[in-house]
């Protein structure tokens, strides 16, 4: 599985922004799939995951309410709808894809999409 993230880039705070994440090879609609994020100087942690056929929903505590992710399994692409966004917010944004049938470890990455949020 091959992953393509974008639709990152410079928001106001209270601003939104879409991020996408085109997955190729002929399982990618079988993978679960997930949203991590990378700010200056700090680790990744996790954002958003969504099970195949968007089964199953979860969210960091820090986005619940502002983010919603979704996919369209017919595109192979993952979703990140970001809205109210923060200055915190900004990180780089990685796509990921974990395997079946327990989903856990994600073993495909894509390169990440910066995402800058101005005060």
């Known amino acids: 599985v091959q992953l393509q993230a974008s639709g990152g880039g410079l928001v106001q705070a209270g601003g939104s922004l879409r991020l996408s994440c085109a997955a190729s090879?002929?399982?990618?609609?079988?993978?679960?799939m997930g949203w991590f994020r990378q700010a200056p100087g700090k680790g990744r942690e996790f954002v958003a995951s969504i099970r195949p056929y968007g089964s199953s929903t979860s969210y960091n505590d820090s986005v619940k309410g502002r983010f919603t992710i979704s996919r369209d399994n017919a595109k192979n692409t993952v979703y990140l709808q970001m809205n109210s966004l923060k200055p915190e917010d900004t990180a780089v944004y990685y796509c990921?894809?974990?395997?079946?049938?327990?989903?856990?470890?994600?073993?495909?990455w894509g390169r990440g999409t910066l995402v800058t949020v101005s005060s």
């Open positions: 990921a894809a974990a395997k079946p049938p327990s989903y856990v470890n994600y073993d495909y």
């Open positions: 090879g002929r399982t990618a609609g079988t993978y679960g």
